[in-house]
């Protein structure tokens, strides 16, 4: 039987795991072996804003060994991701750079957005009777040292995603100061956390039932796997739930680490991630607690295998991505039908002049999310869309895309209305993320002129937000993209709109985009 081996590191906030994967399309994925090394990098992050040099060297030593097992593995592929201990480091360059020098390993710093989506397709790769569950109102907990993703689905539609920054090694060593000093440690967690939360209650949860809640893995919820009796569904009522987690709260760091068989630093943060738990579960009123005993490790291998076309899940994650843009744009008020006209234009320009541009799916979705949310400031500021659009794009995580990719649309949705100037297109990403994609900095901007030239002539066509051109044919005829419609009626103002955009169009593609009107007899 053919199969791939595929290693997948994580480097977390406070443990660094490797994970050996065979890979194949009739036995799916499958785990042969596992190494986990407890490191707390995120207490350097989080704590001195950097990582020290004596981290560095043990995270090199670490990393070098897991280069020697891949190699006794002869791993055909892997994949290296960071998430918030590594990106929120002032010296994030410079590790990144010594692990390349001193152990060959690329290394992709993920963003929040980025590494929330592996965890959620962990879930999905795992789970067989995943997409019933979601159809049902069912929130996603992921938590971490860093911080914690809620994402909620109603009726297998994904209805919003949001982090926030209130991990467990956070917590932890936010209130180390002050632990020794009081009775009421688990009060002051709940107020930190709870404080945090009430605002995304108010906005998500008024009137919405949370039935089931999926936790994604940390050091409690290995715990409770370890020892739940329900191996089979991996689910637990939520009585059986607070019945852990007074075990845990009544019980010292250092009783823990000895009954469960766990590490010090590793039952240090049992008790903040209970209670963190134990406020979401509390605020969502959810009956039923789902701990699959995943970990990013195994997204990293789907997405893998989804990309070598070794595995081909049920479930629609683009959908997912799409749907996170959707609510976004309900949320900023968009004007849903110029949006459906626009999407239907857009995509037929895009795919009529696909030999021309080369771009391909991926580059595709985000013209999708540029299209659905290209006038979101107008909720802002009438006055100035354009600036408005990017903030709010930029302020606003989107499960799935890159931090790249969001400043991609962001730009693009931005210079659908400024003069486009290639000097001062604004890019935030390193330079690191940009070789790890393979795109320089000149081939980024240049892909954000082809999206715009898009956008920008297709919004021209529904300049009254009348759908008066949604039905047209578009095909290629010598150096001309000849558009051709139906409509019967008055489109001076779109032809005139359509005229003043066409030679940005000619500019990036070089044809002319030309529009006729078909006259009936």
């Known amino acids: 039987m053919q199969y791939s081996t595929f290693a997948a590191i994580d480097i977390g906030s406070y443990d660094v795991i490797l994970e050996i994967f065979e890979i194949s399309k009739k036995q799916g994925i499958r785990s042969v072996d596992k190494i986990c090394h407890r490191m707390e990098l995120g207490k350097d992050t989080y704590t001195l804003g950097k990582i020290r040099p004596e981290m560095e060297e043990e995270l090199c030593r670490v990393l070098a060994d897991f280069v020697r097992i891949m190699e006794g593995y002869r791993v055909d592929a892997y994949r290296a991701m ?64 860093g911080s914690f993703q809620i994402s909620l689905f109603d009726k297998d539609a994904l209805v919003t995603t949001q982090n926030i920054r209130m991990g467990s090694l956070r917590v932890r060593e936010r209130l180390a100061g002050i632990q020794s000093e009081t009775e009421h440690y688990e009060e002051m967690v709940e107020e930190l956390i709870w404080n945090e939360v009430s605002s995304f209650k108010k906005m998500y949860l008024k009137d919405r039932k949370i039935e089931n809640i999926m936790l994604i893995g940390d050091v409690f919820t290995d715990s409770v796997y370890q020892n739940i009796e329900e191996k089979t ?6 009585e059986n739930f607070n019945t852990w987690y007074e075990k845990i709260i009544r019980q010292s760091p250092m009783e823990l680490a000895v009954k469960l068989g766990i590490p010090l630093e590793n039952a240090s943060l049992m008790y903040p991630s209970a209670v963190i738990y134990k406020c979401l579960i509390d605020m969502m009123e959810a009956e039923h607690v789902w701990i699959p005993g995943v970990h990013m490790t195994r997204g990293i291998a789907y997405e893998y295998a989804e990309q070598m076309k070794l595995q081909k899940g049920s479930h629609n994650f683009e959908n997912d991505i799409l749907m996170a843009a959707k609510n976004i744009g309900k949320r900023y008020a968009v004007n849903r039908p110029h949006v459906q006209n626009l999407e239907m234009t857009a995509l037929a320009m895009f795919d009529a002049t696909k030999k021309m541009h080369g771009m391909k799916e991926r580059e595709r979705l985000l013209l999708r999310m540029a299209v659905m949310l290209h006038d979101v400031g107008k909720y802002i500021s009438l006055n100035n869309v354009a600036d408005s659009s990017y903030n709010i794009i930029m302020s606003t995580e989107i499960i799935g895309l890159s931090h790249l990719e969001r400043e991609i649309i962001a730009n693009v ?13 604004q890019l935030e990403t ?32 529904d300049r009254s ?33 359509f005229e003043q955009k066409a030679d940005f169009f000619e500019e990036i593609f070089g044809v002319r985009p030309v529009l006729k009107q078909k006259r009936r007899v």
Do not use: W
């Open 430 to 461: 390193q330079v690191h993320q940009e070789e790890d994609i393979g795109m320089s900095r000149n081939a980024i901007t240049i892909l954000i002129a082809k999206l715009t030239a898009i956008l920008r002539l297709a919004n021209s066509m």
């Open 233 to 238: 569904t991996k689910i637990i009522s939520r």
């Open 413 to 425: 949705v931005r210079y659908n209305i400024r003069d486009f100037d290639y000097d001062k297109v």
């Open 82 to 145: 960071a998430s918030s201990a590594i990106s929120e480091a002032a010296n994030s360059l410079y590790v990144l750079g010594k692990i390349r020098q001193l152990t060959g390993l690329s290394v992709t710093v993920l963003s929040n957005s980025e590494q929330r989506f592996l965890g959620y397709k962990a879930l999905a790769a795992m789970e067989d009777n995943f997409n019933k569950v979601i159809e049902k109102g069912t929130a996603i907990l992921d938590l971490d040292g």
């Open 465 to 497: 937000h009348r759908g008066k051109l949604v039905d047209c044919r578009m095909a290629i005829r010598e150096n001309e993209l000849v558009i051709t419609t139906g409509y019967p009626g008055n489109m001076a103002l779109e032809a005139a709109s």
